[in-house]
């Protein structure tokens, strides 16, 4: 995923980051985002997706530091200049990052759309990322989000660790912690294996719940 993020930073557009919940999409944003060169790009995170547009373009004024005034138009152009600004001033494309993607709802996605169009549509002025669930594809895939659709240029479902990548990661979290691999036997990895299904909270879960 990071290696993804790194590519689409470059493309911009419209980036789609899925998983199942537990698979670590939020932590790899935030250590994308810490390795981020700020003279190059400028990135921004929404994690309240499940508002009214209205909302949601009171959030983004707030981020982006611009007059909440004017009703939606105004908050829209106020938006639109100041995207553009950091690109074609401050050559600092605005990378946007909205977790939990999957409960944006189409009249949020259909203004995001429009947001995005500079130059009669001939400039990728900034990158949005859409960070969430699974499910979130196939909301994706309904004939109202074809454009939407259109503009994806990064689209990455994580399904889990392999069964290799299982003991790997649990041999790599007890050295890091001082441990030794002889701490878990195969009999108890095979468990872990077969019950997080490649699910990285799981894997580390403290609480009782694994083996």
Do not use: W
Not at 16 to 32: E, I, N, S, Y
């Amino acid at each position: 995923m990071m290696s993804r993020l790194e590519y689409f930073r470059t493309v911009r557009g419209i980036g789609v980051f899925t998983a199942r919940p537990g698979m670590g999409k939020t932590f790899a944003l935030r250590c994308f985002a810490k390795e981020l060169n700020l003279n190059q790009s400028r990135m921004e995170y929404i994690c309240l997706s499940t508002v009214s547009i209205g909302e949601f373009y009171s959030q983004l004024c707030g981020i982006l530091g611009v007059s909440h005034k004017g009703g939606k138009p105004g908050r829209f152009r106020s938006i639109q200049d100041q995207i553009y600004y950091l690109y074609k001033e401050k050559r600092q494309p605005l990378l946007l990052a909205v977790n939990e993607a999957q409960y944006l709802n189409t009249a949020t996605l259909n203004d995001i759309k429009m947001l995005m169009n500079y130059g009669y549509d001939s400039l990728n002025c900034f990158a949005l990322i859409l960070c969430g669930e699974s499910h979130l594809n196939s909301i994706l895939r309904k004939p109202v989000h074809e454009a939407r659709r259109q503009r994806i240029t990064v689209h990455y479902d994580f399904e889990g660790l392999s069964d290799k990548e299982v003991p790997d990661y649990i041999y790599h979290k007890l050295k890091t912690a001082g441990g030794a691999p002889t701490m878990i036997n195969a009999a108890a990895m095979s468990s872990i294996n077969s019950l997080s299904q490649g699910n990285l909270r799981m894997v580390s879960s403290s609480d009782g719940n694994t083996p």
